[in-house]
């Protein structure tokens, strides 16, 4: 073969293993023109592409105008992590709300429900459910993403989710593997480890991925942490103890292994984000996800002239491109024949608001039922923590807004750690003065992971015993306040939920 038709070839190899990202909301020239060459076959949407699922129909037809096999993308768990209503909040409630109402009909019905909306947008691949089992409740990734902290709970529900939204259309993706539950570094920004023997792992993260394979999903993302039990030097990402010998061997997983997002610092801050393709590929993974902070075409070419090169100096096996890309061409083939034998349905529903009243817990301190339901406008008072980078700071979630509307006249002040920091007496003025002679409701989010907001909390309840709080987080067992809810999850139809319990609207 002539020098010149091998990198040709190559190139396109590399391509097919790319899922990249892109700016804008119509198709960039970049990646029409690649889609074009036969090689590119995948790419990922972010919320920066996204205005209304009108205009994701129309760009998702622009994108299979080349390729009518092109396989879609998106990071959409519904829940904290939305993509299509980053701008507006979910309608629907997370995996938590999910799992806390424990009816396995309810989550395959509103999976379903983000089947049909992603088939209706040209959307054939998403990157849902996390089957990770949240054993650390201080975890500051997965959290209210997961099912829960009991396997059997994420297991029968992680089969749930992939039911629905396969029924609809679109191809699920069971993630993060082995399992990101048990951690406390969040792999955006440094390199989690998980302590547990392979015995424990094996009981306990496990599971739900089996459950996964079970119900067919085809897809399985994995994880930027370290399973010493496996193998105790490389991620598990480019690790093929994991990826090949433990998915594919012992688990018996023969679809196809994306990546997380491989600008993550778990991984490029000691290979680079080029060196970790490269690992990654050669250790068993078929597709690489890159776009978040890194889109564009100058990050592309950087990773394809990456792998071309690796196999030119034999860094990376022929055969293990050869192979990964096969197993990409082979999944957008059936994902698109599936995507194509589902009729488009525009038919809303209200399953979301159905899910999150279930979800809603009350406790209620022995005397203290005359606080609710609230008369007159409160003033509420939102604790707002740093999110992780899987959830898009811009969407609205809380429940002053969906309160201020049944009860007009509502105050409130939202609050983050540095503003408290900043300012000695701001809880005071900005928190408990606009109070007086009214109804206090305390909006927390993870509390129990912060700290600086479960003392301004307690500083706030230690004035106003009477008030209401609201945890829109993972809950930790305790109860504080008059009354306590508990939504298992920040979107904007759990919000209004918590709203409706307060005004007495349910």
Not at 93 to 114: F, H, W, Y
């Amino acid at each position: 073969m002539e020098p010149s038709s091998r990198h040709d070839r190559l190139t396109r190899l590399a391509e097919t293993t790319l899922q990249p990202g892109f700016v804008g909301t119509t198709v960039p020239d970049w990646v029409r023109r690649r889609i074009a060459g036969g090689g590119l076959t995948s790419v990922v949407l972010f919320g920066r592409n996204i205005v209304d699922p009108e205009q994701v129909a129309r760009l998702t037809a622009e994108l299979r105008a080349e390729n009518r096999d092109l396989i879609i993308a998106i990071d959409e768990e519904a829940g904290d992590v939305t993509r299509l209503e980053a701008w507006t909040g979910a309608s629907r409630p997370g995996n938590l709300a999910l799992g806390a109402v424990d009816d396995v009909d309810l989550t395959e019905s509103v999976a379903r429900d983000i089947g049909r909306e992603l088939h209706a947008a040209g959307i054939s691949l998403n990157y849902a459910p996390s089957a990770d089992v949240n054993s650390n409740p201080l975890n500051p990734v997965i959290g209210a993403r997961s099912f829960g902290a009991r396997t059997d709970v994420v297991s029968r529900h992680t089969a749930a989710w992939v039911r629905g939204l396969q029924s609809a259309g679109v191809a699920a993706c069971a993630k993060h593997f082995p399992g990101h539950g048990d951690t406390s570094v969040d792999s955006h920004h440094g390199l989690p480890q998980v302590s547990a023997s392979a015995e424990e792992i094996a009981a306990t993260a496990l599971p739900p991925f089996v459950a996964a394979m079970e119900a067919g999903v085809r897809v399985v993302m994995t994880a930027h942490l370290l399973a010493p039990a496996y193998d105790p030097e490389l991620p598990a990402t480019l690790s093929p103890r994991i990826l090949v010998d433990l998915l594919r061997g012992e688990l018996g997983f023969d679809g196809l292994v994306v990546t997380d997002g491989i600008e993550m610092s778990a991984v490029t801050a000691r290979y680079g984000i080029d060196g970790a393709t490269v690992r990654a590929v050669k250790g068993g993974a078929d597709a690489v996800c890159v776009g978040g902070e890194h889109a564009g075409e100058a990050t592309f070419d950087l990773l394809t002239d990456a792998l071309v090169r690796a196999v030119a100096d034999g860094t990376l096996p022929e055969a293990r491109i050869s192979e990964a890309a096969a197993r990409v061409a082979e999944f957008a083939a059936w994902s698109g024949s599936r995507t194509r034998a589902v009729a488009t349905d525009d038919a809303a529903s209200d399953i979301g608001l159905v899910a999150a009243r279930r979800a809603l817990r009350v406790l209620t301190e022995q005397g203290r039922e005359s606080v609710l339901p609230l008369v007159g406008a409160p003033h509420v008072v939102e604790l707002s923590p740093m999110m992780n980078l899987a959830v898009d700071g811009q969407t609205p979630w809380g429940v002053a807004a969906p309160l201020s509307d049944l009860l007009p006249g509502t105050t409130s002040v939202r609050l983050t750690e540095a503003d408290l920091t900043e300012s000695g007496d701001l809880l005071d003025r900005k928190g408990l003065d606009p109070a007086a002679e009214r109804s206090l409701v305390v909006v927390v989010r993870d509390a129990a992971r912060h700290g600086w907001m479960s003392a301004a909390m307690a500083r706030l309840l230690g004035s106003r015993p009477d008030a209401v709080v609201v945890e829109m987080g993972v809950p930790n067992g305790a109860a504080p306040g008059a009354v306590h809810l508990v939504t298992h999850g920040a979107t904007r139809v759990s919000g209004v939920a918590a709203a409706e319990f307060l005004a007495g609207r349910r």
